[in-house]
């Protein structure tokens, strides 16, 4: 390097600064201030925006986290993300505006399987590392390298939404015999009931009822009269946020009693669906998979929680976040860990990385299979009890919803038969 003073007096202070200048610039990468950008759509808006919402906050939590450490690579991180609105029609278009326009470096998905499996064939077709957040069985068909489920449903992931509610059945006395099966005619309702008939086979219960409702459903009066006809010992629903609450509603209104019901509705896990709910709830068994119970509290869990709930209020979000937010931390954790142990951002290194590497996450231990399933099913079934209003502080106290199975995560008994768990 040679340092040119054009002054026709140059001073030696001057050649000094000019030089010291130039080997500052030469000893700093040129890329070091360039923010390493992870693109994503997110239902901010629409019916899976309860869920979404909560999902970037802790996203944004792990951003401000992983900067505070010094960044990834040694440069910042940041997130670039789109209101999806809930629509799986929106998420192709952000995904290319992401790639094409803002051209971000990774990308990973928004929350939902309608929403993963839209954005789908824009990371195969780009040949993009993708991690999906809450998917269900969505590389069960595309059989992609590439992809990564952040969801605790195993190598099995369409039967593990009600594996736990069967499991919970089958050792009731007297054991009961039929079910009804209800799913909503979209990607997670057909998974999740799929996987659902697998479990009723499985479990010896015969299957009475098992019919699909459009998304677009909204009085659920038919339908629950149409199974409370066949007169089920148990009742399955494989739903959407809004069709849960439906659903829930029009069993209680016409006081249908199975022995017990739940299994794969979504929704139950947010704040804003309980609390609307309350007493309602009590008696259902469905699946859940965190709660802040002493057995679940991973390293960092119980920190990234308080983090999200003094951000909750601002952005408008679960002011709880006992759903979403470890699961959505975890879902860049990951990432962020195999970027900083490659030391790289190629997405072949990091697609065989993670495919071999045990990742420590606030959700546990985490080992992807050759899917990107998780190797190990840890799906929880958790049953409400004994709730006695709407209030947050209802739901503020775990006590209301015990988990149930699988033994390991425990943290009360199921209340058997339903007429039984509503009288209390």
């Not at 803002?102 to 077709?125: C, E, F, H, N």
């Not at 269900?136 to 992931?157: L, R, S, V």
């Not at 998974?191 to 086979?201: I, P, S, W």
Request: aromatic share 10%; hydrophobic share 45%; charged share 20%.
């Amino acid at each position: 390097m040679s340092i040119i003073c054009q002054s026709s007096r140059p001073t030696g202070s001057t050649c000094l600064a000019a030089a010291a200048a130039l080997l500052l610039m030469a000893a700093v990468p040129a890329n070091a201030a360039e923010p390493i950008k992870i693109g994503l759509g997110m239902s901010l808006t629409g019916p899976l925006a309860a869920n979404g919402k909560m999902s970037l906050v802790a996203m944004q939590v792990w951003e401000a986290d992983i900067n505070a450490e010094g960044g990834l690579l040694g440069r910042p991180v940041k997130l670039i993300y789109y209101d999806d609105q809930s629509k799986p029609a929106e998420v192709p278009a952000i995904y290319s505006k992401l790639l094409d326009v803002d051209k971000v470096d990774l990308i990973v998905s928004g929350y939902a399987s309608t929403q993963i499996a839209a954005a789908m064939p824009i990371a195969i077709g780009r040949k993009k590392l993708f991690v999906s957040l809450f998917g269900t069985g969505i590389n069960d068909t595309f059989k992609y390298d590439k992809y990564f489920a952040m969801i605790p449903n195993g190598p099995t992931p369409k039967p593990a939404f009600t594996r736990g509610f069967f499991k919970v059945a089958e050792v009731q006395s007297p054991k009961p015999e039929t079910i009804a099966l209800a799913y909503a005619d979209a990607e997670f309702g057909q998974n999740a009931c799929e996987g659902a008939r697998e479990n009723a086979k499985t479990s010896g219960f015969k299957i009475v009822y098992d019919k699909s409702y459009p998304p677009a459903t909204v009085d659920f009066t038919p339908i629950v009269r149409a199974i409370q006809a066949r007169n089920p010992d148990l009742l399955v629903i494989c739903s959407y946020p809004l069709d849960t609450v439906g659903m829930i509603k029009a069993v209680n209104e016409l006081g249908f009693k199975p022995k017990m019901w739940g299994g794969a509705m979504v929704g139950l896990q947010a704040t804003a669906f309980k609390t609307q709910l309350g007493p309602l709830l009590n008696g259902v068994v469905n699946y859940e998979t965190w709660l802040p119970v002493k057995s679940m509290e991973f390293p960092g869990s119980l920190d990234l929680l308080k983090k999200y709930q003094e951000r909750a209020a601002a952005a408008g979000t679960d002011p709880l976040g006992y759903y979403m937010p470890v699961w959505a931390y975890a879902d860049l954790q990951v990432l962020g860990d195999a970027i900083a142990a490659t030391k790289s951002l190629n997405y072949d290194v990091l697609a065989d990385y993670m495919h071999k590497a045990t990742f420590s996450t606030v959700v546990g231990e985490v080992k992807f299979g050759a899917t990107g399933e998780w190797t190990e099913e840890r799906t929880l079934a958790a049953q409400f009890q004994n709730i006695k209003g709407n209030s947050i502080d209802e739901f503020r106290d775990t006590k209301t919803e015990a988990i149930v199975y699988p033994p390991q995560f425990k943290s009360g008994e199921v209340i058997y038969p339903y007429d039984k768990a509503i009288a209390k």
